[in-house]
């Protein structure tokens, strides 16, 4: 992980201003943190000391179940927040989040913060937004294990861990996320290399046909 120093940092937050979603100046105590791949941004049931912003890149939620098993839960894109439920709550189990690209993100340390954001209408006016989109996506892919086939939630799940067109998630990570056997992943992907829109380098898979993955995708977006 690095944290932006001097010019550098200045010219990134000249560039990616977030003023607009404050009342108050946050830039005094601000700080810019960059993630590489795999990189834990939390770790679990640890509470972290700054609510982020992404500004670019994706992670992924992980939590950790009482008999040891990790599942993957959910995914963070840019314009998420993460460690707004930590924010809010005094008593909260962190979930493990991790970066899937390189992940920059805006660090609004909550010593100096807190109570400012707790009282600003105007963030939390944003954070409710934002909570609500998150809790809609969470129980539309409940419904879509039942209601879509593998083809679209696999092409979606892809395109949301893909690393500069690069696919390389376990599959027993897959499964568990998706609902799914492990042959019938095995089955789709198989397909996804003969039509051209993977190609198997290894243990990992280039996406070589990224418009059709996005339109198997955006079946589930447009239901």
């Known amino acids: 992980m690095e944290i932006y120093k001097g010019e550098k940092k200045k010219l990134f937050l000249e560039e990616n201003s977030i003023a607009h979603l404050f009342s108050f100046?946050?830039?005094e105590f601000i700080e810019v943190h960059e993630y590489q791949r795999d990189d834990w941004i939390i770790q679990?049931?640890?509470r972290p000391d700054y609510l982020f912003y992404v500004v670019e890149g994706k992670a992924k939620i992980y939590v950790?179940?009482?008999n040891g098993k990790v599942s993957l839960i959910n995914f963070i894109n840019a314009k998420d927040y993460i460690g707004e439920m930590e924010l809010l709550n005094d008593v909260y189990y962190t979930?493990?989040?991790q970066a899937s690209t390189k992940?920059?993100?805006f660090a609004l340390?909550?010593?100096y913060y807190r109570n400012r954001l707790l009282e600003d209408t105007k963030f939390l006016r944003e954070l409710t937004k934002f909570l609500s989109v998150k809790a809609t996506i969470m129980a539309a892919k409940y419904s879509q294990s039942l209601a879509f086939p593998l083809e679209n939630r696999l092409a979606d799940f892809i395109l949301q861990t893909a690393d500069h067109?690069?696919?390389k998630e376990k599959h027993v990570t897959v499964c568990d996320f998706l609902g799914v056997s492990y042959r019938h992943l095995l089955h789709v992907l198989t397909q996804f290399c003969e039509k051209g829109y993977l190609e198997k380098v290894g243990r990992e898979y280039q996406i070589k046909h990224h418009q059709s993955l996005y339109e198997l995708a955006e079946v589930l977006k447009n239901k």
């Open 25 to 27: 100046p946050v830039e």
């Open 109 to 111: 340390p909550i010593r």
């Open 103 to 105: 992940t920059i993100c």
């Open 44 to 46: 679990e049931g640890k």
């Open 165 to 167: 067109g690069v696919y």
């Open 95 to 97: 979930k493990g989040i």
């Open 64 to 66: 950790t179940h009482q």
